[in-house]
Each structure stands twice: as C-alpha cells, then as structure tokens.
C-alpha cells in the first residue's frame, strides 16, 4: 500500500481539479466574458489565490532549489523581484478594471490597441503573447513530467501528456472559473506541503535552520554572495538586469495583466496587490531546501534536486512525504499551465483573429475557437518539451520575460501619457520585439558576436525596452497627440 500511495495522491488530486474545474465553469451565464473574464466577479479569496499561485509555478518549486545548489545567492532575485513586482498593478489596475468594464474588454491587447486605434498594436501584442507563453508553458510540462517520473516511471512527456490532459479539460469546460476556483485548492497546497518540508528537512539532516545557515557558512561561504560559485558566476550586472527586467516584465504578463477583469470591483484589483507579498512566504522554505541539499555531497545541480533531496535515506521521509511533496509540484505546475491555456486560447481569438485578421464570427464562435486553440497549445508544448530538455527552467522563464516587458511603455504610457501616439507605439513595439527576437538568435547562432553586443551581459529584455520606450517617447513628441475626445475613454481626470 505504501508504494502505491504517491499514485493514489497524485491521481486523487488530478480527479478533484478535475471536477472542480469543470463544476465552476457550470456557475456563469457562457459566452465570451464569462469563458475569459469570470463575468468580473471574482471577490477576495479566489482573487487572492488567482494573482499568487498563477505567478508562482513549477520553476518555483524546482528552480529555487536548484539556483540555490547552483548558483547561491544569485537566488534572491526571486524575493527582490517578487516583493515589488505587482506595485506598477496598484496604481494602473482600478483604472484597467474600470476602462474595462465600461468598454467591454477581456485582454490586454485589446485595451492598448483601441487606446491607439491600432489593430497593428492589438495584433503584435496578441502574436507575441501566444510566443512568450510556450516556454513559460513548457516549463509547467517539464515539472508535471519530473514529478510523473519520478511517482510512476513514466517518461516524462507521457506523464506531462496525463497530467495536462485534465488541465486542458478543466479549462476548456471551466473558462476562467475553472482556472481560478482550482487556483484556490492548489495555492492552498502549496504553501502548506513547502512550509512543513521547508523547517523539517533542515531540522532533520542538519540540526535546524540556524544550524544549516552556520554550516554553510563554514563549507560555501560563497554561495552566501555574490558573484556566487566560480562555476556559475553571477555579476552585479546581471543580477540587476534579471532583477530588472523581472520587476517590469511581472505585471505586463497578459495572464496576470487580465485578472484586473475578473475582479469583483476596482478598489479589489488594489486589495489583491496589497495582500498579495504575503504569498511570497512561500518561497522562504524552498530558499531554505536549496541550502539544505547543498550540504549534502553529490547533490544534482538539475530540477530534480527538491526530488531527490526527499527521498534521501537518511531523511527517512518514506513515500507520505514524498506523495505530498508530488502533489505541490503538481499544484505549482498546474496553476500556472491552467492560466496561460486560458489566457493563449482567449488572447489568440480575441487579439489575433477577430481583431487581427478582421474575423467575423459571433460570441458563441468566439468561445469554440478559444477552446481549440488551448488543445492545440496543450499539444504544440508536448511537443516542444523533448525540444528543450537539456535547458534550464531558470533561463526559460528569462527568456519568456524578455516579451511581455515590451508591453510596458505602450500600456503605461496609453493610460497616463496624452502625448502617446498610435505611430508612437506601433514603432516602439516593433522595435522592441524585433531587438528581443534578434539578440536571442545572435546569442545562439553567434555567442562571439552577441558578447560584443552586449559586454556587461544585461538580459535582453532590458536592452529591447530601452529601444521600444525611446522610440516611443520620441515619435510621441514629433507627431500630434490623439483627439482629446477619444483619450478620455482611457487617461482619468484628462479634463
């Protein structure tokens, strides 16, 4: 019964996501605003768990580990970036959440692009949003598949396959309800299986937390600062840039930016900010396992490292631990996958067909082709998951960053900046999705050239928004402003 038990948990919990997902998509009136955007009732609780367990995902359960093995304290860019990311939300969301509700917009790009008039705008926003989630997403696969593997046996893009055929389910059945009431059940898990591993892993092998701090003090004192181990160096700037382009790129990222619509009200969207670092806790105690298994001798430098740390003989964790330690994992992984096949389906009908390419198609037709679209996403990351098996979950998610920080200067400066034009930000856009897309092929076809390109090794995102906001600021002095009649619907108080 024992080593069933890892199993029976693991598909206990996939079979009551799936349910629960499925039965909250039963509680909305259908159609577009309700598959997309919960018909804007969200309150307190599920805002709470659908803005904290959305952004931490399996890279927070096997990434901070594994940087903390492999690069020390190189680290805490997660709680520098994390405890400030959704601050820019504070201030621009009520204002979201209203423009939105008055006109009736769902995403991100739909409100940037009719803020300029620009279907230019709505499309390039919708195109790149879709291409910046399939390494985010694959990095959810791989964590479904590592956690898989190790309770089953399963190669890893069988057991992605299993784990992620629910969520697709769910999602396709339950909309945005679906996606947010398992949020609840997941973040839930989360922060209670890490917070119990997280003191009583160190308590065990090391003699406390106290303890295990003092002893790497004595063994890896350099993995307590930067530029951390000489193996995988991190310099000051580069920690910055990451730190950076983390902080900008948190709130510009479509799935998060479109819980601003599902809120129950404005003065909610600036709650959810407020409480929403308390859910950073969480991430304290896999700060903690990363230390613990550096002590360890022989411990893998790869996202298997939290797995592998459980299952130590001298832990004597036995398959309990290790069952709910799976089933975080899978919380962390599916919370984050569930969003983005919600967030891709609706951003590529919405963004890319209707206002893209002018496809006229009703509500009802609107909400099918969300739901094909999320399929087929669901099967393109299986596929590209043998395709970036050798790269880290760590550089994915930086290398996803580096798109949605060229949403920023169009965003802010459309909902504070009069001067902000329409040639303005289809200019700084282009130019800024361009440089991203060209620095990280020069970076993989010409590592010489790009070292030139860029000496000081600053993330690419940073170099790209650099572009797109000069560029922006610039055409948006040289031309005419917009008519003062249309900037209304989007800049408050413009008298």
């Known amino acids: 019964m024992s080593a069933a038990l890892p199993a029976i948990v693991v598909f206990g919990y996939l079979a009551v996501a799936l349910v629960v997902g499925a039965l909250a998509g039963t509680r909305g009136r259908g159609g577009t605003s309700d598959f997309v955007a919960g018909e804007r009732a969200f309150g307190p609780l599920v ?60 995403t991100q790009a739909e409100l940037v692009g009719a803020r300029y008039q620009s279907r230019l705008v709505t499309t390039m926003m919708g195109v790149a949003t879709v291409v910046a989630f399939v390494p985010y997403l694959v990095i959810q696969l791989k964590g479904a598949g590592i956690v898989m593997e190790a309770v089953m046996g399963w190669e890893r893009t069988l057991g992605a396959g299993v784990v992620y055929a629910v969520v697709v389910v769910y999602v396709v059945l339950g909309g945005m ?11 839930v898990v989360m922060i209670i299986v890490v917070w119990i591993l997280g003191l009583w892993i160190p308590s065990r092998l090391h003699g406390g937390v106290t303890a295990m701090f003092d002893a790497v003090v004595q063994q890896h004192p350099e993995h307590l600062t ?34 601003c619509f599902t809120a129950r009200s404005a003065r909610l969207v600036r709650w959810s900010v407020l409480v929403y670092p308390t859910f950073l806790f969480f991430l304290v105690p896999l700060i903690f ?19 592998w740390l459980v299952n130590l003989p001298e ?74 098996e050798r790269v880290s979950i760590v550089d994915l998610l930086l290398l996803a960053y580096a798109i949605p920080i060229q949403f920023l200067p169009p965003t802010l400066l459309g909902l504070y900046w009069p001067r902000a034009n ?11 999705l361009a440089a991203v897309v060209s620095l990280f092929a020069i970076g993989q076809l010409a590592p010489a050239v790009y070292g030139l390109i860029n000496p000081l090794g600053l993330q690419i995102g940073v170099l790209g928004l650099a572009l797109n906001l000069g ?3 610039a055409l948006s002095l040289a031309r005419p402003s917009m008519a003062k009649s249309h900037l209304k619907r989007f800049i408050r108080g413009l008298g």
């Not at 739901?371 to 043998?386: D, E, K, W």
């Not at 329409?422 to 800024?432: D, H, K, P, S, T």
Request: aromatic share 12%; net charge neutral; charged share 10%.
């Open 47 to 106: 805002m709470y768990f659908v803005m904290g367990a959305t952004v931490f995902s399996a890279f927070a359960l096997l990434g901070t580990p594994q940087r903390v093995v492999e690069r020390g304290s190189d680290v805490f860019y997660i709680l520098a970036f994390g405890s400030v990311g959704f601050v820019p939300m504070f201030f621009f969301g009520p204002q979201v959440r209203r423009v939105g509700a008055r006109e009736g917009y769902v």
């Open 177 to 187: 309800r679906g996606v947010g009431w398992t949020n609840v059940i997941q973040g």
């Open 226 to 259: 930067l530029p951390g181990p000489a193996s995988r160096p991190t310099t000051l700037f580069k920690y910055s840039s990451e730190v950076l382009v983390s902080v900008l790129g948190f709130t510009m990222w479509p799935q998060v930016f479109m819980k």
């Open 289 to 307: 396992l990363g230390y613990a298994a550096l002590l360890v001798p022989d411990a893998p430098r790869d996202e298997t490292v939290l797995l």
């Open 315 to 388: 832990l004597g964790a036995g398959p309990l631990v290790f069952s709910f330690l799976a089933f975080a994992i899978l919380a962390a992984s599916m919370s984050t996958g569930d969003a983005l096949l919600h967030g891709g389906g609706s951003i590529f009908v919405r963004d890319v067909l209707v206002v893209g390419f002018g496809a006229d198609i009703s509500d009802r037709q609107q909400t099918v082709a969300m739901r094909i679209t999320i399929l087929v996403m669901g099967a393109l990351g299986l596929l590209l998951l043998q395709a970036t």
């Open 422 to 432: 329409r040639a303005a930000a289809e200019w700084g856009l282009g130019c800024g």
């Open 471 to 473: 560029v922006m600021i």
